[in-house]
């Protein structure tokens, strides 16, 4: 069941720490996906292909009712971490209920923390650590057109 790859934050540093004792480069990315759409699917595959395994820090739903507002998430978290487990690219999915992932980036230490490009590398939480410990922080060009705050408009117009 791909349910099994969703870990809590201590299983994950487990599973990290023995996926990079065996010689893997295990790249971390982050997000709500609250409404997944096509720009989340090129963006976590593009980031797979940086390394052997993709963990994903997922936002809990307090975090993304913080971030993004009361209405917010429209799919609860423990769907959108089933959708998430469920596809084949991502390897562990792990919750954080934190205001950013500078925790749960600093006890997973990955060798690859990657973000979309509408960030630039000195705005990335948890860059400074990664890079600090001998990681590299990469960001992706993200597909246009594509986020799940147009698509609620779409939907709420039509």
Not at 13 to 31: A, D, H, L, P, R
Not at 45 to 52: F, H, I, N, S
């Amino acid at each position: 069941m791909t349910e099994s790859k969703i870990l809590s934050r201590e299983e994950t540093k487990k599973q990290v720490e023995q996926w990079q004792s065996e010689g893997m480069k295990i790249v971390f990315t982050n997000g709500c996906f609250d409404i997944v759409h096509l720009g989340h699917i090129d963006y976590l595959e593009k980031a797979q292909a940086l390394g052997d395994k993709l963990v994903l820090g997922l936002n809990t739903d307090a975090s993304v009712q913080r971030l993004k507002g009361e209405t917010r998430p429209v799919v609860n978290e423990y769907a959108r971490a089933r959708m998430m487990s469920a596809m084949s690219f991502i390897d562990a999915v792990t919750l954080f209920d934190e205001e950013t992932p500078k925790e749960l980036i600093e006890t997973l230490c990955p060798n690859i923390l990657v973000k979309g490009n509408d960030y630039s590398v000195e705005n990335i939480v948890g860059a400074d650590f990664v890079m600090a410990h001998g990681g590299e922080v990469k960001t992706i060009s993200l597909v246009k057109g594509y986020s799940t705050s147009a698509i609620i408009e779409k939907i709420k117009k039509s």
